[in-house]
């Protein structure tokens, strides 16, 4: 140990009294003792301009709300402009009609009344920048009305029912496609390991429903969230994505119980369209520094801009004592690494900070992304920015709490806090403590941020406690932590909620299964309800088990992806809008949270402006 570590050490023990947590792991040490983290030279990448996604008009047909006509609903795009105004033409039986009046300008919809079957739709917006008519694709839609429905269905081959989905644009046609992990099942850390020979499979389809390809993992990645992460997203700035994941060599070492615990493991990064292998580089290796096996093999994979323009890929491993990251490039068909964060080599030492999933946006103003783990944030250049000491947090949400109000992070701590930080808001700039809920929480397990009580300003947070740790109490707090005065019944879920309607309140969802036979095994359905928190249904009917929430076409609200068996489905709204507003998926911090929703536990996307009302 050398010295300045030693006298650190020395310090920090006058404090041990003061905070439950290690004390090199807190906010007060990291700010006071050593306020400048030490830095490594900022990296570059290939991109001369920042990779962005060319999406297209994105535009969708469904049934229209009372049953009679075809509703039509396109993307506003940055590129539009300010002036950006519509026209909708139908064009049947060889005849081309002009259905508006004049331009749409104030939302991106529009209601045919009276349509004709076989007919094909178009938008085109009149003041394109350019002084052209914008002509994008999948700015047509054709529809028949006998089979039209309000969601579009891709099968799924096999019949297997997908278990996690990334979207991403494989084959650079501006629509967005997806790439499904199956079969939608899960052996947890903790869990006996899975006998049945049964592995997990990765298989890409386009938006039109064709299946590209499919790659077996193998039994040395274990059919489990934590051990299979995979993401898409375009690392080579070629306009088209690729897909990477965690993946084994075929030495691969079961213990008694079916785990793996032994074997090569790597980053695994392949051709979007293909499935062809581009390269492969050694994941982070196991170690006793992790803890045991049910710790040491959580693992993670995201993407960020470190340096503004490239899209880094990211390979993490550990939650509860080690956490390490690795920040790839994608270079002439080479993996190169540019930093490996080890948060035990950091000073102070930044252990157990790690959540059940990860985001990146720039919180600092330097253009880079930085990295949020969960009670700590990585800088660009792989060092820690900080650390706010709370430990595993279950939920850690990067967002804008209110309007007026800069990037922060909305997290919930699974230990025991009898300092009332279970529950906290911290600045996503500095780490440095917003307000926190002062009492005593025993293991916060879920946590969202949404607006959907008009009454209070700002984004509601709220949380629930775990029964592992013996309390089933809900949290509901308004943006500034103060504490909204409900029945615990009408707290609402964490995980189910979407943009739906016409307003910027958020609406949630419930569903429940439903046994069904259809002449085969009983099979579970789910019947999924959109409705207003406290109010009315707004659609109902919306079968099979949640997947994602994403803004992929149509306007700025989302749409609902499920997954039934040998099937997966996207429901769409067909509710008019009140307004317009550019695509969510061209907000930095949204298209994040959906990129990384295809490893680690599920969190609803948030942008980094304030949307709510």
């Known amino acids: 140990m050398n010295k300045k570590i030693l006298l650190t050490t020395l310090l920090t023990g006058t404090f041990c009294a003061i905070y439950a947590q290690d ?21 570059e990448g290939t991109a001369k301009t920042r990779v962005k996604e060319s999406i297209d008009r994105g535009l969708t047909a469904t049934p229209a709300i009372n049953g ?5 609903s396109w993307r506003l795009l940055k590129t539009d402009g300010d002036a950006a105004a519509f026209h909708v033409y139908r064009e049947a039986d060889g005849k081309t009609t002009r259905l508006t009046v004049r331009p749409i300008v104030k939302t991106c919809d529009f209601t045919d009344p009276e349509p004709a079957n076989n007919a094909t739709y178009r938008v085109e917006n009149v003041n394109a920048p350019n002084g ?13 009305i006998d089979k039209l429905k309000q969601y579009s269905s891709i099968a799924i081959q096999g019949n297997e029912t997908p278990g996690k989905i990334a979207i991403a644009d494989l084959n650079g046609d501006g629509a967005y496609d997806y790439i499904v992990r199956t079969p939608n099942s899960n ?4 869990m006996p390991g899975d006998k049945t020979g049964r592995t997990y499979k990765i298989a890409a389809y386009l938006s039109d429903g064709t299946h590209l390809w499919t790659i077996d993992l193998g039994p040395g990645i274990e059919p489990g969230v934590w051990y299979s992460p995979f993401v898409a997203f375009d690392f080579n700035g070629d306009g088209r994505a690729e897909v990477a ?79 390490v990251v690795d920040a790839w490039t994608l270079e002439s068909g080479k993996l190169r690494r540019a930093w490996r964060w080890d948060g035990d080599e950091e000073n102070p030492v930044i252990r157990s900070m790690g ?22 944030m990585l800088d660009d250049d792989g060092t820690a920015l900080w650390s706010s000491g709370l430990g595993h947090s279950d939920k850690a949400y990067l967002c804008r709490l209110r309007k007026d109000l ?47 009580d008009p009454q209070y300003p700002g984004l509601e947070c709220f949380a629930g ?95 609902i992806i499920t997954a039934l068996p040998g099937e997966l489905r996207i429901y769409r709204t067909n509710i008019p809008a009140q307004d317009r507003r550019i695509t969510l998926m061209q907000d930095h911090l949204y298209r994040s949270y959906i990129a990384h929703g295809s490893m680690g536990y599920p969190q609803a996307p948030v942008p980094s402006f304030y949307l709510g009302e």
């Not at 959540?355 to 700590?376: Q, Y």
Request: charged share 30%.
């Open 245 to 323: 994941f965690k993946s084994s060599g075929d030495d691969y070492v079961k213990d008694g119980n079916g785990r793996v615990c032994g074997g090569k493991e790597y980053l695994t990064i392949v051709d979007g369209m293909t499935g062809r292998a581009i390269d492969r580089v050694g994941w982070p290796e196991r170690n006793a520094r992790y803890g045991n096996l049910v710790r040491q093999n959580r693992n993670q994979i995201g993407v960020a801009y470190l340096d503004g323009k490239t899209p880094f890929l990211l390979a993490a491993r550990g939650t509860y004592k080690l956490m």
């Open 132 to 144: 052209t008519k914008n002509s994008l694709g999948h700015s047509s839609v054709t529809i028949d």
């Open 465 to 559: 406690e775990d029964r592992k740790g013996g309390s089933t109490e809900k949290y509901l707090l308004t943006a500034d932590g103060k504490r909204i005065n409900v029945q615990q019944k009408d707290i609402p879920g964490c995980g189910n909620w979407v943009w739906w309607d016409g307003d910027l309140l958020r609406e949630t969802f419930t569903y429940k299964p439903q046994a069904t036979k259809e002449g085969g095994p009983r099979r579970m359905r789910y019947n999924i309800a959109v409705c207003k928190w406290k109010g009315e249904t707004l659609t109902e009917g919306i079968e099979g088990g949640k997947l994602a929430v994403a803004d992929i076409d149509g306007d700025w609200r989302e749409e």
């Open 23 to 43: 004390p090199r792991e807190s906010y007060y040490y990291y700010e006071v003792l050593n306020p400048k983290h030490e830095t490594k030279p900022k990296v």
């Open 187 to 190: 052996v947890d850390p903790g």
């Open 355 to 376: 959540a059940h999933s990860m985001v990146t946006g720039d919180v600092d103003g330097d253009g880079r992304d930085e990295i949020l783990l969960g009670s700590c």
């Open 68 to 72: 009679k006509g075809i509703y039509l």
């Open 406 to 452: 800069p990037l922060q992070v909305f997290m919930v701590s699974e230990p025991k806090k009898e300092d009332g930080r279970g529950v906290s808001v911290v600045d996503a700039a500095t780490g440095k403590l917003q307000w926190s809920i002062g009492q005593t929480t025993f293991h916060v397990g879920s946590g969202m941020v949404a607006d959907f």
